[in-house]
């Protein structure tokens, strides 16, 4: 078992206090956005045996079990907490076989790994899961379009009405596809001008408009604001989670969560960034599916642990809510795994952690805990 030393990425719409605040120290000032906690070698975990990545690649078979076979020499998941103190960019991440055509498209065609337009950094799919530990907010999946042309005509915005005119007259998936792509086509001019008066008017009237008002003022102009109105405000209390699956349009707007994903970096942006937006190739990934946003709440077992399911392999992710003067759990597994304290003080094999201390457990490495608090696990499904 093996401590972690983990890298904290300074995104500039990090928040400045809320990793220090679990983590017990003093805010710098500058945004603390994300830790990461895997071996992807962006920024690898540091123990004492080297970095996360040396420790597997030395011996991937012993490190990770049968997950080597089944998802190659690598750690399949990368895990974070995540502080976000602004909106995030608003995405969707494609599918396995997307990411692999993509990926091999763009190596074909000899786009630098680097260029700014480059879409697929590699050949993996990316679903995510976010669970809250604070309140937190996000955009997540398409709302109804009958529901969303009613709080769009109710802002009074002139400019709008097209859009709520489509909603109203086509099927679900048309609608939604000619909208967004209306969007993202518009005359930049014109599109500032109606996401100014929409702005305002979201924060005139307040109340389920507010949060488009506070991601415009982050992304003043942007059409990402008219975009992230189709969408499903949620927000999360803490333990609940939300799952983003591959074509479903999220953002994550503010809060404290751990996050877990599968080891990718491909992300399609549908607007509120500065980044490169490929709108011919997000519409081919986008699900033009309307729902609600589907928050999981996790599911207790018998042996007090709390999982939160998800449809995919490369992570599993639950918590443990240990009570003072609890007995020991063995949390040993034939899966490689990685244990997260968020809160109070708990003992993971000889190692104490305190809120944001991790520890990294080889395939079937004895792991027994204990103490009063609560244990993230991220693991895998083989």
Same mark, same amino acid.
């Given at each position: 078992?093996?401590?972690?030393?983990?890298?904290?990425?300074?995104?500039?719409?990090?928040?400045?206090?809320?990793?220090?605040?679990?983590?017990?120290?003093? %805010?710098?000032?500058?945004?603390?956005?994300?830790?990461?906690?895997?071996?992807? %070698?962006?920024?690898?975990?540091?123990? $004492?045996?080297?970095?996360?990545?040396?420790?597997?690649?030395?011996?991937?078979?012993?490190?990770?079990?049968?997950?080597?076979?089944?998802?190659?020499?690598?750690?399949?998941?990368?895990?974070?907490?995540?502080?976000? $103190?602004? %909106?995030?960019?608003?995405?969707?991440?494609?599918?396995?076989?997307?990411?692999?055509?993509?990926?091999?498209?763009?190596?074909?065609?000899?786009?630098?790994?680097?260029?700014?337009?480059?879409?697929?950094?590699?050949?993996?799919?990316?679903?995510?899961?976010?669970?809250?530990?604070?309140?937190?907010?996000?955009?997540?999946?398409?709302?109804?379009?009958?529901?969303?042309?009613?709080?769009?005509?109710?802002?009074? *915005?002139?400019?709008?009405?097209?859009?709520?005119?489509?909603?109203?007259?086509?099927?679900?998936?048309?609608?939604?596809?000619?909208?967004?792509?209306?969007?993202?086509?518009?005359?930049?001019?014109?599109?500032?001008?109606?996401?100014?008066?929409?702005?305002?008017?979201?924060?005139?009237?307040?109340?389920?408009?507010?949060?488009?008002?506070?991601?415009?003022?982050?992304?003043?102009?942007?059409?990402?604001?008219?975009?992230?109105?189709?969408?499903?405000?949620?927000?999360?209390?803490?333990?609940?989670?939300?799952?983003?699956?591959?074509?479903?349009?999220?953002?994550?707007?503010?809060?404290?969560?751990?996050?877990?994903?599968?080891?990718?970096?491909?992300?399609?942006?549908?607007?509120?960034?500065?980044?490169?937006?490929?709108?011919?190739?997000?519409?081919?990934?986008?699900?033009?599916?309307?729902?609600?946003?589907?928050?999981?709440?996790?599911?207790?077992?018998?042996?007090?642990?709390?999982?939160?399911?998800? %449809?995919?392999?490369?992570?599993?992710?639950?918590?443990?809510?240990?009570?003072?003067?609890?007995?020991?759990?063995?949390?040993?597994? $034939?899966?490689?795994?990685?244990?997260?304290?968020?809160?109070?003080? *708990?003992?993971?094999?000889?190692?104490?952690?305190?809120?944001?201390?991790?520890?990294?457990?080889?395939?079937?490495?004895?792991?027994?805990?204990?103490?009063?608090?609560?244990?993230?696990?991220?693991?895998? *499904?083989?």
């Amino acid at each position: 078992m093996d401590r972690l030393d983990n890298t904290v990425r300074p995104y500039a719409w990090g928040s400045t206090t809320a990793l220090p605040a679990l983590l017990g120290t003093e %805010p710098s000032g500058e945004p603390q956005a994300e830790m990461w906690m895997g071996a992807h %070698p962006g920024a690898p975990s540091r123990t $004492g045996r080297g970095t996360l990545v040396e420790v597997i690649d030395a011996d991937p078979e012993r490190e990770l079990g049968p997950a080597a076979a089944k998802f190659g020499p690598r750690l399949p998941f990368l895990l974070k907490l995540l502080a976000a $103190g602004a %909106p995030l960019s608003l995405q969707v991440h494609p599918d396995l076989e997307q990411a692999r055509a993509g990926y091999a498209d763009e190596e074909r065609r000899g786009i630098p790994a680097d260029a700014p337009h480059r879409n697929y950094k590699d050949a993996n799919h990316k679903p995510e899961l976010i669970c809250a530990l604070t309140e937190f907010d996000g955009l997540c999946g398409f709302r109804d379009p009958a529901a969303t042309a009613d709080l769009l005509a109710g802002l009074g *915005v002139d400019s709008l009405k097209p859009y709520v005119d489509l909603l109203r007259a086509h099927p679900e998936d048309a609608a939604l596809r000619e909208v967004l792509t209306a969007v993202l086509t518009a005359d930049p001019d014109e599109m500032r001008r109606t996401v100014t008066e929409t702005a305002a008017a979201c924060a005139r009237l307040g109340g389920d408009y507010a949060p488009y008002a506070d991601i415009a003022h982050h992304y003043p102009g942007d059409p990402g604001v008219i975009a992230a109105l189709l969408l499903n405000h949620v927000r999360l209390q803490p333990g609940e989670a939300l799952f983003l699956g591959a074509g479903i349009p999220h953002a994550y707007l503010n809060g404290l969560g751990v996050e877990i994903m599968a080891n990718s970096d491909n992300v399609l942006r549908c607007g509120l960034t500065p980044k490169h937006v490929d709108v011919p190739e997000l519409l081919r990934v986008v699900r033009f599916e309307a729902g609600d946003a589907g928050v999981l709440r996790p599911e207790a077992t018998p042996d007090g642990e709390e999982v939160y399911a998800t %449809p995919i392999d490369e992570f599993r992710l639950s918590r443990f809510v240990l009570p003072e003067g609890a007995a020991a759990h063995d949390l040993t597994l $034939g899966t490689p795994q990685i244990l997260l304290c968020t809160g109070g003080t *708990v003992r993971a094999g000889e190692h104490e952690l305190t809120p944001g201390q991790s520890v990294f457990v080889p395939a079937g490495e004895r792991a027994e805990v204990s103490g009063a608090g609560t244990v993230f696990r991220a693991t895998v *499904v083989v």
